[in-house]
């Protein structure tokens, strides 16, 4: 057996290009787990409240907001491999500066002006402009299972950086480390990672750039609206819907539901560093059989019907009794709560104008990003009274339902170009 036949076959055609974009996604998405899991710590360690903590989350979310909303909609103008260095070096700066100040202003500074990732998931230019790249570089029939494989490498690299981040700190505080330097050394880890990606995306050859036309369509669609044109109205419409999935998943993003079950239970850095690896495992193994699923019954009843049992589970964490029962349910939510990811993902990269992907991932990014950023200062409230801390997984479950059945009816007539021309 060659080592060639050891990839599926929507791997073996990638290019170079291909596979330096699915490395960066695992950089980022590591360091991005292993700063969720121990943040919330870090931010109260530092004498913050669990209100402010919300805060500097919130804002933290804002400020991606409007550093992704720039760099997308410039990048088929002005170079995605540019744009992307520079989210990269946003990165890193930020996670300096939350290792060097313990100032709550100037972590506000920092977290709205660079890119920090509290929940363990995408957040900056990222995912919009590689999605976009990957798209440029393979045929619209292998785009589906791509993007599955890039989710899993993505739910990969978040579960092995969050047990990464669990693990050492728990290791550092057993040397007589005191928690907060033990919570900061994963924070310069996260800066160097940023400066990691910054070089790998100088690597990435000019391939991934639209061709001079579209690029002066892009140009031009600059002066109408921020580089969307035809595709404008779906896009504010899936824009609007996801704005309201990741406001209900704000309420439970990993750093809190990591803070919950210590609250709850009195979990550990090292036992949750476990929790949150096998979590990301599982949604990462799910999201590869999104796309079978969606070769038989279409991208948006994949998004659908898997992503509404996902929030029933959701509901049920804090009704369990224990926390193996509370894990257990955890996991079984996980397990199917990504299939919705690389659909949802390749249903956007279809049903736009090609020329317009870039913007048009950033405008939906940008969407889920101010949907998330709002809702961290609401759990930080809630987590605040110990009388309130299982409300978040109530309001997430239940908001999240109304989105799958939202989306289903607003979309269910509008299919990809090549779910059409395969009937």
């Not at 170079?16 to 998405?29: I, Q």
């Not at 495992?281 to 070769?295: K, M, P, Y």
């Not at 059945?405 to 007539?413: A, E, M, N």
């Amino acid at each position: 057996m060659s080592a060639a036949t050891l990839f599926p076959a929507a791997l073996r055609i990638l290019t170079s290009d291909g596979w330096l974009l699915f490395v960066t996604r695992f950089t980022r998405l590591f360091a991005y787990g292993s700063l969720s899991v121990i943040l919330v710590f870090y931010l109260v360690s530092l004498g913050l409240s669990e209100s402010q903590s919300g805060l500097v989350l919130t804002l933290t979310l804002a400020g991606d907001i409007v550093v992704s909303l720039y760099l997308t909609t410039r990048a088929d103008r002005l170079g995605r491999r540019r744009m992307l260095i520079v989210g990269a070096i946003l990165m890193a700066l930020a996670g300096l500066a939350f290792a060097l100040t313990s100032n709550l202003i100037y972590l506000i500074i920092a977290g709205t002006i660079g890119v920090i990732s509290p929940s363990g998931h995408e957040v900056g230019p990222f995912l919009s402009i590689e999605q976009a790249s990957l798209s440029h570089l393979i045929a619209p029939a292998s785009r589906t299972e791509v993007f599955a494989w890039y989710t899993l490498t993505g739910s990969m690299a978040t579960a092995l950086g969050a047990l990464f981040g669990g693990v050492v700190t728990e290791a550092l505080q057993q040397r007589s480390i005191t928690p907060m330097e033990s919570y900061r050394s994963i924070v310069f880890l996260y800066a160097f990672l940023g400066i990691v990606l910054a070089c790998l995306f100088t690597r990435i050859s000019s391939l991934i750039e639209v061709n001079n036309h579209s690029r002066e369509e892009a140009a031009s669609r600059i002066g109408d609206f921020m580089g969307l044109g035809k595709s404008r109205k779906v896009v504010w419409k899936l824009s609007a819907l996801f704005a309201l999935d990741s406001f209900a998943g704000g309420f439970v993003i990993q750093s809190f539901a990591a803070y919950w079950f210590y609250l709850r239970f009195g979990a550990e850095p090292k036992t949750l560093g476990g929790i949150f690896f096998w979590a990301n495992v599982f949604a990462g193994i799910s999201a590869l059989l999104a796309s079978r699923l969606a070769n038989r019954i279409g991208l948006v009843r994949t998004m659908v019907v898997t992503h509404l049992p996902s929030n029933l589970l959701l509901i049920a964490v804090p009704l369990m009794p224990t926390l193996s029962l509370a894990v257990l349910v955890l996991l079984l939510r996980f397990s199917i709560s990504q299939m919705d990811v690389p659909t949802r993902q390749s249903y956007t990269m279809a049903v736009v104008e090609a020329g317009e992907r870039s913007a048009a991932g950033g405008f939906t990014g940008v969407a889920r990003t101010t949907g998330a950023a709002i809702s961290p200062l609401l759990a930080g409230i809630l987590f605040a009274r110990p009388g309130l801390i299982n409300l978040p997984f109530y309001i997430a479950g239940t908001l999240k339902v109304v989105y799958d059945l939202l989306l289903y009816f607003s979309f269910r007539k509008l299919r990809p170009p090549e779910e059409a021309s395969a009937e």
